[in-house]
Nanobody
């Protein structure tokens, strides 16, 4: 395994919940910065949520604040995204990212050198 691997996506109705998981490759265990981004065909990839693994400080975009929760397991090998009260506008490919440094912040694509392939989330009204 040489990149993060996401799972947990699917189709839900508005108001429903999903929990995404991202398994990190061994060389990224305890990576300092980990985050979730999302992308649709008509929008640029945008930061959704992230955390610093050493102290669990988190970041959330305004669009998901109060509905999504980012976390990691105790071994710092897996990143999670609990998504509640999902809305149709949350429909996107959700992509996990990680890196050992964090020079530009959790919400910037430039921060991350390692990306997964993504997992699709579809929310119907």
């Amino acid at each position: 395994q040489v990149e993060p691997v996401e799972s947990g996506g699917g189709s839900v109705q508005a108001g429903g919940s999903l929990k995404l998981s991202c398994a990190m490759p061994r060389f990224l265990h305890s990576a300092y910065c980990m985050a979730w981004f999302r992308q649709t065909p008509d929008k640029e990839r945008e930061g959704v949520a992230g955390l610093y693994s050493t102290d669990n400080r988190t970041y959330y975009s305004d669009a998901v604040k109060g509905r999504f929760t980012v976390s990691q397991d105790n071994a710092k090998t897996t990143l999670y995204l609990q998504m509640n009260d999902l809305k149709p506008e949350d429909t996107a490919m959700y992509i996990c990212a990680a890196d050992r440094g964090c020079p530009y912040g959790l919400d910037r694509r430039l921060t991350f050198g390692y990306w997964g392939q993504g997992t699709q989330v579809t929310v119907s009204s």
